[in-house]
Each structure stands twice: as C-alpha cells, then as structure tokens.
C-alpha cells in the first residue's frame, strides 16, 4: 500500500466520498524485466496469468477446476488464431494481451462512470468530478489539517484540474468517456505523457527543484528509518540512477530523463510477454504455439483452483 493509500484509507473512517483523487501508479510502464517473478513454480506464474487474461478474469479463472481452466483456455486460443491457420504466433500473442490490457482500462472505467456522472448526461463535468471526490473535503476543510502534507487533499485537487484540463481535448469543461478515460489512466494515452512525468517528478522532487537527484530518487522506493547499512538492492538502484537514469551526468534528473525512465521506448511490454509465453510452451521450437502446446504448459496462462494456493474467490464474472 503507497502513502496515499494508506492516508485515504484512514480518512475514510471519517469522510463519505463517492470517488478518491487520482494517485500515481508504478513508476516504471514498464521497465525491462524489473520485478518480473522467477518462474520456477505455479505460484509465480501470476504475473503471466494477469498479462494474459487481466487481473479479474484471472481472478475468475482461480476459482476453476483445472479441467475447466483448459476448457475456457481452449476457447481462448481460438480466439487469438486470427487468420485461423491452427497456429499462434508472437504477433497474435502480442496483439491478444494488448486487447486485454484495453479492455481492463475501458471496463474499470465503465465501473466508476455512474460515480461521477451525476446528471446523467453522459458526460462527467469537472465540476461533478470535484463535488463527488471533493465535496467533503470542500465543505469541511478543517478536518484535514493534519492530513499528511504530499498527499493531502488540498494539494490533490488543483493537481487533478490540471490533469481534468489535459484530458478535456475539446476543452468544453467536461469529459466525454475517451477524455475521462484518459484522465484516469493517463499512461494509456500519449497526450497525457507530459502529465505523468510532471505528476512524478511532483511526487518525488522534495526540495522544489525541479530535478530529481539520487537521494530523492532512492527516499522514494526506501526509508531509511534504522540508521544501519542500506540493503544491496539499494546500493545496486544507486548504481541504477548513476548508470541509467541520470543520462548527462549531472548527478540529477530532469523532466526528459524521468520520461525515459518511467516510459522506456526501447521496451514493450505486451511483445516482451508474448515472446515469453512462445519460449516457455514452444515444444518444437518452430516460434509459434499450436492448442496442444498452450494447453500443455495451460497453468502458466491461466490459474484453477489447483493453482491458486486456496484463495477464497468467490466474485463472479462473465465468460471471455
């Protein structure tokens, strides 16, 4: 749990809200191969799992007996053989987890619309964005004096305006389902990269700068709190910052350095996780996956119940 979760979660003991403001997410959209699990055994293939068929269906599919896993995965295939040749190929792959990947954003998008819509007119002013995120907070300032200061809301709110206006295209005060969607997830959309890089630099740039610098860099991922020796994996994200992040070597980062960073343009994720998943099941080693293949190494592109170390899931979804 991050900061403000944790400060907006103690909040809501006190405050009704019906939405929360915007929080940053991963830093990384993705770096390569940065916390990546091991695959060395069935638990470690959740990260697979949620690439493949997003993070609630997967959930779904844990709630499966590993017959019906494969039934459901066997469908699936079908699916992904777009020129229907019995053969999936990286590319199919790749185009398929991209699919997914979408349809999380779009669905998680249509699941809070209601929330904030609240003349129903199919668009979500920022005045309506503001009353049900805010509302509380605007009519009972003093309640949050003593919230903690980064994540406060009164800093939220102008922060999310601003974020309001980058997504509002037509600049008509309100967001259509696209321009919200984009104000919620801006790291999907390349108009709101500019967002993302200034709302962490903000994040992070605690003396007012405008620049990352090392210590900041790391105060972000590890506090410090004993006083003893840093872990090594912290002396290794040093050598990270030294080596990769601060690229003109001026022992800082500045906005295009956080933008490489945060949004590597050498890496592609959904191509990465493809090529990963051909690797792993390509029994011939021909670079493409017949049904047989996939659904011989089927637990690692969807969970059951025999694989989900006894989670109890019991929400229920639609069929893929």
Known sequence: MDVFSFVYAALLCTVVVHGKPTLRKERVLHDPELGRPAHEDNKSFQYDHEAFLGKEEARTFDQL????????????????????????????????????????????????????????DNKISWDEYKQATYGYYLANPEEFDEATDQFSFKKM?????????????????AADREEFTSFLHPEEFEHM????????????????????????????????????????????????????????????????????WIMPQDY?????????????????????????????????????QATNYGEDLTKNHDEL
Request: charged letters at 40%; hydrophobic letters at 30%.
């Open 65 to 120: 007996t590993p017959e019906e896993s494969k039934d459901r995965l066997s469908k699936i295939v079908d699916r992904i053989d777009g020129n229907v040749d019995g053969y999936i190929t990286t590319a199919e792959l790749k185009a398929w987890i991209k699919r997914v990947q979408k349809r999380y954003v779009y669905e998680n998008v249509a699941k809070v619309w209601t929330d904030y819509d609240l003349n129903k």
């Open 157 to 173: 709110l102008p922060r999310d305006e601003r974020r309001f206006q980058t997504a509002d295209l037509n600049r008509d005060l």
């Open 193 to 260: 990269r500019d967002i993302v890089v200034l709302e962490t630099l903000e994040d992070i740039d605690k003396n007012g700068d405008g620049h990352v610098d090392e210590d900041e860099y790391i105060a972000d991922m590890f506090a410090h709190e004993d006083g003893g020796p840093e872990p090594d994996w912290v002396k290794t994200e040093r050598e990270q910052f030294s080596d990769f992040r601060d690229l003109n070597k001026d022992g800082k980062m500045d906005q295009d350095e956080i933008r490489h």
């Open 268 to 304: 592609d994720h959904a191509q990465a996780e493809a090529r990963h998943l051909v690797y792993e099941s390509d029994q011939d080693k021909d670079q493409m996956l017949t049904k047989e293949e996939i659904l011989g190494n089927w637990n690692m592109f969807v969970g059951s």
